[in-house]
């Protein structure tokens, strides 16, 4: 298993992470276990905002929290200087509660409630990313009757698809997010905005997809919507302030990925904006971007406990453990492939091919199918890495399964920043109606 950040075998040829060894992080909190490296969470965060500073560009780097989204998150990337992304009223809610500063966080979504552009509205969110016509129509009126005004982007899709697993590209024009350029919904959109009394239009949003490993698709992407510009300043001799790139930069979750590094990333982008803005004698935009996966995934293990084995002699050999679907629908939902290792087996050879099986009630509940580990035995920590993104967030009660603990660790010390479920927890919503009780 590769290692990211602080993850090391140690001289005892045991998985640690931040300085904590991984069978004392479950033994003290119980798996399954989402463990995330506060040092490299932090050091992902600087890296962002170190490279777009050696661009000169004015920028804002907008943490996508939907890739991993708990106040403990949001305090963090709040003191790394980041703005933060939220999608729906529950991400507002917790970032409100982290006490994150409401000018900073930017509002996404295709169908966001009227009660949660409200709320947003009310707090004095930063920036609306509109999607459709109808959110434009609902936004004035709301901000109207509130005697407010707000900061609009316009989400569009630039036609570009990205060379990604084809349910994560959102940048293709047949989506069901944003304005697209084509049929000429943006131009429209953009004369509506601009004749809100209560919108102040500041830009174009687009984002192309995610698990991106090569910049093609940014640079055609970016050269349409520098076009846009330059005709919003013909018909409206209006410059547009800013862009936003929105995020996309992919990662290393196995040998087979070949992602950019994130000043290489971020410098292409800032080349590509200058070159193209130029060339329309247009000033440079301000730089917004909104990277998720690329800050959060590499600093994200699951420990698991190893359980029952099932030898199918000739065909497969499989092992059980006490998470699975439940803690990572990437799998099921994407094929998506990792890497694991036995975290107190680091030193033994991996001469056993297994295939990691979840616990729960579904053939396709499979962590991940042939790798080469240790022999096991039940009570074993199994670690998977690279599930830091899109784990926690997108985890479920699936067959009543509790949600597992997260905890950040840093020098030596693990500490809870979300707790695990509890049965109580699992039927905290569940009433029996009056009509059964008789
Ligand atoms: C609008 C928007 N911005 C940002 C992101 C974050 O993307 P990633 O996690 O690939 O950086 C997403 C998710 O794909 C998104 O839909
Ligand atoms: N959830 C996806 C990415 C979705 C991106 C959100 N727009 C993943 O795990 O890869």
Redo the contacts with the bound molecule.
């Keep these: 298993m590769y290692l990211h950040g602080t993850s090391k075998r140690n001289e005892h040829g045991q998985l640690s992470i931040g300085g904590v060894e991984a069978v004392e992080l479950a033994k003290q909190f119980g798996t399954p276990l989402y463990v995330y490296d506060e040092q490299l969470l932090r050091d992902n965060c600087r890296a962002y905002i170190h490279a777009f500073q050696q661009s000169g560009m004015k920028f804002q780097v907008t943490y996508?929290s939907?890739?991993f989204c708990t106040m403990a998150m949001c305090k963090l990337v709040e003191q790394e200087g980041l703005g933060l992304?939220v999608v729906s009223g529950g991400e507002l809610h917790t970032a409100v509660q982290a006490g994150f500063p409401v000018e900073r966080i930017h509002f996404?979504g295709n169908n966001k409630s009227l009660e949660e552009i409200s709320y947003a509205l009310d707090i004095g969110i930063g920036t609306f990313i509109v999607d459709n016509f109808y959110e434009l129509q609902v936004l004035e009126h709301l901000a109207a009757e509130k005697e407010k005004s707000c900061h609009v982007m316009l989400r569009i899709t630039p036609g570009v698809e990205a060379h990604t697993h084809e349910y994560?590209t959102?940048g293709q024009e047949d989506s069901k997010f944003g304005f697209d350029l084509g049929s000429g919904a943006v131009r429209k959109a953009i004369d509506l905005a601009l004749k809100k009394d209560h919108l102040q239009l500041i830009g174009l949003h687009m984002?192309i997809g995610?698990?991106i490993f090569e910049t093609t698709g940014f640079q055609i992407a970016i050269e349409r919507v520098a076009d846009v510009y330059r005709e919003v300043l013909n018909t409206h001799n209006l410059e547009l302030p800013v862009v936003n790139l929105?995020?996309?930069?992919g990662i290393r979750y196995t040998s087979e990925d070949t992602p950019l590094k994130i000043e290489h990333f971020v410098s292409t982008l800032t080349d590509v904006i200058q070159q193209e803005f130029s060339a329309r004698n247009l000033h440079y935009p301000e730089i917004w971007l909104?990277?998720?996966?690329?800050i959060v995934a590499t600093a994200g293990t699951t420990l698991y406990t190893v359980g029952s084995r099932k030898e199918i002699p000739g065909v497969r050999t499989y092992l059980a453990v006490d998470g699975g679907m439940s803690d990572n629908l990437r799998p099921a939902l994407y094929q998506a492939k990792y890497e694991a290792t036995i975290a107190n087996r680091m030193n033994q050879p991996h001469d056993e091919v297994v295939s990691i099986a979840g616990k729960c009630c579904e053939s396709g509940d499979m962590l991940i199918w042939d790798i080469p580990l240790p022999k096991t035995e039940p009570g074993d920590i199994l670690a998977v890495s690279c599930t830091g993104?899109y784990h926690y967030s997108m985890a479920n009660n699936y067959n009543r399964i509790a949600r597992p603990a997260v905890v950040f660790v840093k020098d030596g010390r693990g500490e809870i920043v979300v707790r695990r479920e509890s049965a109580e927890d699992i039927v905290r919503c569940d009433r029996i109606p009056d009509s059964l009780r008789a």
Excluded: C, M
């Design positions: 996508a939907k890739a992304d996404h994560i959102t984002h995610s698990q929105g995020g996309g930069l909104e990277p998720g996966r690329s993104a």
